[in-house]
Nanobody, 119 residues
Framework: QVQLVESGGGLVQTGGSLRLSCAASGSSFSLNDMGWYRQAPGKQRELVALISRGGSTNYAVSVKGRFTISRDNAKNTVYLEMTSLKPEDTAVYYC?????????????WGQGTQVTVSS
């Protein structure tokens, strides 16, 4: 069973920066896509950024140019560098990872880390 442990959330002022980390453990297979979603109070969970094992990235329009996703395959860790933070970035950020073995795709989620941006 894959476990994802996030760290790095917290309280920051508008315009500030934070770096989230997510370490995966327990996988018997290589992790394919890894990434981050977020969920603000009263809203649906939404994609923030994804990164493939080969390094291809995909960002939500709202964070493009401000957030950078990266990963260290040797450490099974994904990072999210967040800059120029805005109050609307306030949410619980969830790490996700996926394994693909033949026709079977499994997705895993972390417990979430709170990011609060004060105005």
């Amino acid at each position: 069973q894959v476990q994802l442990v996030e760290s790095g959330g917290g309280l920051v002022q508008t315009g500030g920066s934070l770096r989230l980390s997510c370490a995966a453990s327990g996988s018997s297979f290589s992790l394919n896509d890894m990434g981050w979603y977020r969920q603000a109070p009263g809203k649906q969970r939404e994609l923030v950024a994804l990164i493939s094992r080969g390094g291809s990235t995909n960002y939500a329009v709202s964070v493009k140019g401000r957030f950078t996703i990266s990963r260290d395959n040797a450490k099974n860790t994904v990072y999210l560098e967040m800059t120029s933070l805005k109050p609307e970035d306030t949410a619980v950020y969830y790490c996700t990872a996926r394994t693909v073995v033949g026709a079977l795709t499994m997705s895993y989620w972390g417990q979430g880390t709170q990011v609060t941006v004060s105005s």
